[in-house]
């Protein structure tokens, strides 16, 4: 077995104990009312999943772990995937046996290619990547064992298995993607030599520099995962719970941070970004970009890049980022206009409508699309690729802990219109 394997199996003990004991301490507890504006509103605010691979504190971020987006930011991507499925880092010969394994399964069918090529050729790419993974489905190894009669005690380990292939196929998929789509449709074979994120960097085929490798691992570490209730993550779980396998999961949760509210919003970023640069030049003055900003907003459109759901402070992960451009490209100009709207745009929406912005301060994608501008990776269509990259890791995580504690098939209750007024109407 595995240390990854052995790694989730005590996870999965410890994550059960956790259950057994909160279920004996008051599993008729409640813990959230819903009402009728949740109902109606994207069930905002209510607790009704229990997600152990990330948590997200709206005061102080993202937590993979027990570990702040600071403590885990310098780890390579093998390591958070070791962490999320794990709760542990893993030490040096585990994560060596799990690059291994990944470099051993990295190699893509034909047929997905084929498929890929056959497509219009301005399908978008994440529609590239979702049907990729899609593709290969008939590969599931949970999809061969379930049909042989597994116990549901395996369900996990199969799904490990699958987690495995689709991982480790995923820089040379995305890799491949960007260079049929922008590129002259070559491919650039893997390399075993390098890591995980350093083959997407590799097999990208745009930039040979170290700083560029640097921050695919880093995209790839913070994008990984937020927790469970996000389109994407709650998209791939509920698919998963029918127990579809994890190539019609993945899919599925990629089909949902295609969305522009979710991951699609970090190409709007950096295209907000350089308007600003054609329009008021590269190093425009504070006064000025501050009567652009409330144009934009008197004109009826969001800032991009500001504001979350959860989040009630600067995303720690827009910061692990604006550090990495401090260092590698300081005086890169869409880097230092993203600068500068973090210098103005949370005032200006503290403000604005009342104060009825929850959150002013910016998102990761407020400095992710500059990062990836200054390497020369300027085909926005692309940026959601690669956070469906990082995310994957989650989706898959949560998917296997989720099958290894045995959680049943997800089927909340729907109710009509009728049903609300009558209710309201039997309270008086
Ligand atoms: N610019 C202008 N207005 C904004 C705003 C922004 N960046 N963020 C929120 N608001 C407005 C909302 O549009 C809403 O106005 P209405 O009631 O008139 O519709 C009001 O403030 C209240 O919204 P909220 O409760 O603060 O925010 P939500 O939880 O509804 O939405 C989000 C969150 C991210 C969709 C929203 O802040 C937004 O559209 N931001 C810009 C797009 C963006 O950066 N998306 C990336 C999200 C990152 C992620 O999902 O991880």
């Given at each position: 077995m595995t240390d990854l394997k052995k790694g989730i199996q005590n996870h999965l003990l410890e994550l059960q104990l956790e259950i057994d004991d909160i279920f004996a301490k008051?599993?008729?507890?409640?813990v959230s009312e819903v009402n009728i504006g949740q109902i109606y509103g994207g069930?905002?605010?209510?607790?009704a999943l229990a997600c152990n691979t990330s948590y997200v504190d709206p005061y102080s971020g993202l937590y993979i772990g027990e570990y702040t987006t600071d403590e885990f930011s310098n780890k390579l991507p093998e390591e958070i995937f070791f962490l999320l499925s794990t709760g542990k880092f893993p030490d040096k010969k585990s994560l060596l046996n799990f690059q291994s394994e990944l470099n051993q399964r990295a190699q893509i069918p034909q047929y997905v290619w084929d498929v890929l090529r056959s497509?219009?050729?301005?399908?978008?790419p994440m529609t590239m990547l979702s049907l990729g993974i899609l593709s290969m489905e008939n590969e599931s190894v949970f999809k061969k064992a379930y049909q042989k009669g597994m116990k549901k005690s395996d369900y996990w380990k199969y799904s490990l298995e699958d987690s495995m292939n689709i991982l480790a196929k995923l820089p040379a998929l995305a890799g491949g993607i960007y260079r049929i789509r922008f590129g002259d449709g070559h491919l650039i074979p893997h390399d075993p030599s390098l890591d995980w994120s350093g083959n997407l960097a590799h097999m990208l085929g745009v930039n040979d520099d170290k700083g560029f490798a640097d921050l695919m691992r880093l995209y790839l570490v913070l994008h990984c995962d937020h927790e469970g209730g996000n389109v994407s993550a709650f998209t791939s779980r509920v698919v998963n719970s029918a127990l579809s396998d994890l190539y019609y999961a993945v899919s599925a949760g990629l089909n949902g941070l295609a969305g522009p509210l979710h991951g699609l919003a970090n190409q709007e970023c950096l295209r907000f970004i350089l308007e600003i640069h054609d329009k008021l030049g590269a190093d425009p003055d504070e006064q000025v970009l501050r009567a652009y900003i409330l144009d934009v907003l008197n004109s009826g459109h969001v800032i991009p890049g500001y504001g979350h759901a959860?989040?009630?402070?600067?995303d720690p992960r827009f910061t692990a980022f604006m550090n990495f451009g401090e260092t590698n490209?300081?005086?890169n100009p869409c880097f230092k206009i993203a600068k500068k709207l973090f210098s103005i745009v949370p005032d200006i929406l503290m403000h604005y409508k009342e104060g009825k912005v929850a959150n002013p301060w910016p998102n990761v994608d407020a400095m992710s699309g500059s990062l990836l501008n200054h390497y020369g990776?300027?085909?926005?269509?692309?940026y959601t690729v690669l956070f469906g990259v990082s995310r994957v890791m989650g989706f898959c995580a949560q998917n296997i802990l989720a099958q290894g504690l045995g959680q049943p098939i997800i089927r909340p209750k729907s109710v009509t219109n009728k049903w609300v007024l009558e209710r309201l109407r039997a309270k008086g």
């Open positions: 008051g599993r008729d507890s409640v069930m905002r605010g209510v607790v497509l219009p050729k301005d399908t978008h959860v989040l009630r402070v600067t490209c300081a005086t990776v300027n085909e926005f269509d692309f």
